[in-house]
């Protein structure tokens, strides 16, 4: 099986409210594949990325990402299939008052007993992987920094490094730049397509930009009220096909 893989097959997701937050979504992502999902507030995007995880559980459906059916899965074959896919979060999901050394090791956490990890007991080895992660995303020089002194954008790009640790296959990116400026949201973005590119990581990002989708994507995936409405490759993709996603706004 290819690493980086992800099968979706008649993903439905429904709250107790009864209202839809995926609604019958059919998908195949290949290996090495950077996908750009667009669409409103609400449309499902992040409940499609925390189903592919199991942050959340799906009502019916199921997925596999290399091969393995993560719907199914319990207790240590769930930890254990997480281990393949990173998630990189909106807020950073950072512990604001640990350093981010140990942020970055964070990451690491599902190859270690809960005893051990709980208590930082981390081998050399990850100490250097860490390092290297964080030289990655040019954050080496704040090793010893608490999180909620860095910025926005460093807090990401230390996320990101923390995601690395987990050696995936598969990187989530759940609205990765939202808030930031225009200059780190390239900076990160540039970050992510390079862990695409150099390592071969599927990425799956969910953007509000679709200047940021058309530039970064190699395929674009659009949803709206919980239902998949559009899929096509970069290269088949224009801007007038954003009207049909974004249809309360329009696309001039």
Partial sequence: MTKGTIKVEHLTKVYKTGVKGLDDINLDIESGEFVVVVGLSGAGKSTLLRALNRLITAS?????????????????RVRHIRRSIAMIFQNYNLVKRSSVIRNVLNGRVGYYSTIRSALGLFKKEDYERAAENLK???????????????????????GIAR????????????????????????????????????DGITVLANLHSVELAMAYATRIIGLKAGKLVYDEKI?????????????EKGDK
């Fill in 163 to 198: 995601a690395m640790m987990q050696e995936p296959n598969v990187i989530l990116a759940d609205e990765p730049v939202s808030g930031l400026d225009p200059k780190t949201t390239l900076v990160v973005m540039d970050d992510l397509k390079r862990l695409n590119q150099e």
């Fill in 60 to 76: 019916t459906g199921r997925i596999f990402v290399d091969g393995q059916n993560i719907t199914d899965a319990q207790g240590k």
């Fill in 136 to 158: 990655r995303v040019n954050m080496l020089e704040k090793y010893y920094n608490k999180a909620d002194e860095l910025s926005g954008g460093q807090q990401q790009r230390v």
């Fill in 235 to 247: 290269e088949n993709v224009k801007k007038e096909d954003f009207q049909a996603i974004y249809a």
